[in-house]
């Protein structure tokens, strides 16, 4: 690619939107459009949407770390396994690519795939499960040698993922935040903005470094993204954010079981449009209403993400001005 996309910059304003009033969407979304409607080489678009994503996080990582509020406990002992993990993760891409060329894209798609169930499957969570648990919730977290053991872990599996696809710094950070370490919405969207920024930033420099990035093609998403998350940001306090989050666990749903077929399987069309369909019913059939403490507390789940920071930062924002009321 040279010059300017349109077509690359919708794209960007359309997943910038969508991060901006979810908190998710950066390689849950973007990576799979880049490979399956503009035809990017998979290598090339892990590379190229994960140093977008360390770019952007490692702003608003810097920005939650001096408000202090980034738990640096749980942040520090995840960094510990997700930083080789990501390591790993460009690694094991860079050597598999090497070995079996074009032919390992097929792989590759179908790791994108898991990877987006997981991250369905983790707004999912948020969405029906997570509001239970809020009462749970604390500032902090003690460790132990268990909890710490189990944290390192932990960060070596979701940095491998973030390594060799580029997908779940957003939710799957911010689901083991809350539910493993059942941190305060604030502190889930400083802390996992933080260790998320870290983590890109390392698979930025592995992948810059193997050639695996188009500088082009990362502008022009930048320049559609950067206003379309301002635009969400602005419009988040007007859309129903339960309603957002399950369209977006079942566009999630979608786009992996269709991801399944580019990677050489056979996903009928009725899974690959009923299961998506099936988790909007449930959607539809389970309003419940959040506990008194998450709605007494102002709390957005917006902020509870670890997309872009924009989003997390005006819900933040949102979060203390309801405070001082």
């Known amino acids: 690619m040279s010059g300017i996309s349109a077509e690359v910059i919708l ?38 949407d994960l140093t977008y994503g360390a770019i952007t996080k490692s702003v608003g990582g810097y920005r939650h770390l001096r408000k202090g509020t980034v738990d640096l406990g749980v942040a520090k002992w995840l960094a510990y396994g997700g930083v080789p993990g ?23 798609m179908g790791c994108l795939a898991g990877a987006l169930l997981l991250v369905a499957g983790a707004v999912i969570v948020r969405t029906f499960i997570v509001p239970k648990l809020a009462l749970r919730e ?35 950070i911010g ?27 390392v698979g930025a420099i ?51 079981l269709a991801l399944v077929n580019s990677a050489g399987g056979r996903m009928p069309a009725a899974v690959i449009f009923g299961a998506p369909l099936a988790i909007g019913l449930l959607g539809l059939l389970r309003r419940t209403k959040l506990p008194e403490a998450v709605a007494a507390g102002g709390a957005s789940t917006a902020a509870i993400a670890a997309g872009v920071p924009l989003g997390g930062l ?10 001082r009321r």
Do not use: K
Request: cysteine-free; aromatic content about 4%.
């Open 314 to 323: 005006a819900a933040a924002e949102r979060e203390r001005q309801g405070e």
């Open 175 to 201: 689901v083991a935040m809350m539910l493993v370490f059942r941190l305060t919405p604030r502190r889930v969207a400083g802390s996992s903005i933080f260790l998320a920024a870290l983590l890109l930033a």
């Open 86 to 108: 990501v390591g790993i993760g460009v690694a094991l891409l860079d050597r598999l690519h090497s070995s079996y060329g074009h032919s390992f894209d097929h792989v590759l």
């Open 206 to 256: 592995a992948h810059i470094a193997s050639g695996n990035v188009n500088w082009v093609l990362m502008a022009n998403i930048l320049i559609g993204s950067v206003p379309g998350v301002l635009l969400g940001a602005h419009f988040v306090d007007r859309v129903p954010e339960r309603a957002l989050r399950v369209v977006l666990a079942a566009v999630l749903l979608g786009s992996a």
């Open 11 to 48: 794209f960007g304003v359309g997943v910038g939107v969508l991060i901006g009033l979810t908190g998710i969407g950066g390689g849950s979304l973007m990576t799979p459009l880049l490979v399956t409607v503009l035809g990017v080489a998979p290598i090339v678009a892990v590379g190229t």
């Open 138 to 172: 604390s500032h902090s977290f003690d460790f132990t040698p268990r909890s710490r053991a189990l944290a390192v872990i932990l960060g070596l599996a979701m940095g491998v993922i973030l390594g060799l696809t580029s997908v779940g710094s957003g939710a799957l």
